[in-house]
């Protein structure tokens, strides 16, 4: 049998203040499936991201990464098979180098010699930083693009099968991010997508999905929901630029 690399049932999640941020989230994703993840400010992204490294723990339902459920026994494969890319790059990147963090979880699982070279170079090279150049340079004195693609990097060196992205387009300037484009959209993995850039997921995710104060409003084709305004200000969300130009209708020309 066929395992979806990701399925989650009927998830729910209550922060300890209270807050519910997640309510009965039900969803799976294919293999190399690429599916977009949006919702206004607070409505559950990050809260379901970080369930599935085990950032958080399942409070009631399930999530499935490949045919393991997300429990304390089975995090160590679960976090080979996922790369989670975080929000912000500084919270992934801790170590001196860029070299030495693109290689920090690869020698964590006993990676060594030309194995790990060839793989920190190779992720390096994935993401446009040419190893010699900024392998040795100092990871806090990077812009905040040339971090992103180090914190892509390190997820890439583990050879996940499946990638999960928090706001990859946050503070990228648009040469960045359109080469961050390129790359998620030559990546041969499943990836799930979190992101307030419609126009990102647009060209990168056939499907999306809708989350709205913790639920899926929308589970779908991408083109459809950005077609609709309607469900889109419903909740809180904005058409896309490629949607929301008026229709500048032309005009025919009284002498034709
Ligand atoms: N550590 C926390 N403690 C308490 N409540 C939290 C915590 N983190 C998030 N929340 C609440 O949970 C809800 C969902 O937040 P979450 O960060 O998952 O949303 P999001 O869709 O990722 O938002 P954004 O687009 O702003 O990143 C919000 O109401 C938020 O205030």
């Known amino acids: 049998m066929h395992h979806n690399p990701i399925t989650?049932?009927?998830?729910?999640y209550c922060y300890p203040d209270g807050i519910k941020a997640l309510n009965?989230?039900?969803?799976?994703?294919?293999?190399?499936?690429?599916?977009?993840?949006?919702?206004?400010?607070?409505?559950?992204?990050?809260?379901?991201?970080?369930?599935?490294?085990?950032?958080?723990?399942?409070?009631?339902?399930?999530?499935?990464?490949?045919?393991?459920?997300?429990?304390?026994?089975?995090?160590?494969q679960i976090r080979n098979f996922v790369g989670l890319v975080f929000q912000n790059p500084d919270d992934q990147i801790f170590m001196p180098t860029v070299w030495e963090d693109v290689a920090f979880g690869l020698l964590n699982q006993g990676i060594r010699g030309a194995e790990l070279d060839h793989r920190v170079a190779h992720a390096l090279k994935s993401v446009e930083l040419e190893p010699d150049l900024y392998g040795a340079r100092n990871a806090t004195g990077l812009s905040g693009g040339?971090?992103?693609r180090v914190a892509i990097a390190g997820v890439l060196a583990?050879?996940?099968?499946?990638?999960?992205?928090?706001?990859?387009?946050?503070?990228?300037?648009?040469?960045?991010?359109?080469?961050?484009?390129?790359?998620?959209?030559?990546?041969?993995?499943?990836?799930?997508?979190?992101?307030?850039?419609?126009?990102?997921?647009?060209e990168l995710c056939d499907r999306t999905i809708v989350l709205s104060e913790g639920q899926v409003v929308y589970d779908g084709d991408t083109h459809r929901v950005m077609s609709d305004p309607e469900l889109l200000e419903r909740h809180a969300l904005e058409s896309p630029l490629s949607y929301s130009r008026p229709y500048c209708q032309i005009e025919h020309s009284p002498l034709v």
């Open 8 to 12: 989650i049932y009927n998830l729910s």
């Open 24 to 76: 009965s989230v039900s969803l799976s994703i294919r293999a190399t499936e690429r599916v977009a993840l949006v919702g206004a400010n607070g409505s559950g992204k990050s809260t379901l991201l970080m369930h599935f490294n085990g950032l958080i723990a399942p409070q009631v339902g399930e999530v499935i990464v490949g045919e393991l459920s997300v429990e304390p026994r089975n995090l160590k």
């Open 146 to 148: 040339e971090k992103k």
């Open 158 to 202: 583990m050879q996940p099968q499946v990638l999960v992205l928090d706001e990859p387009s946050a503070q990228l300037d648009p040469r960045s991010r359109r080469r961050l484009i390129e790359l998620l959209d030559a990546l041969p993995l499943t990836q799930l997508i979190a992101t307030h850039d419609l126009d990102l997921a647009v």
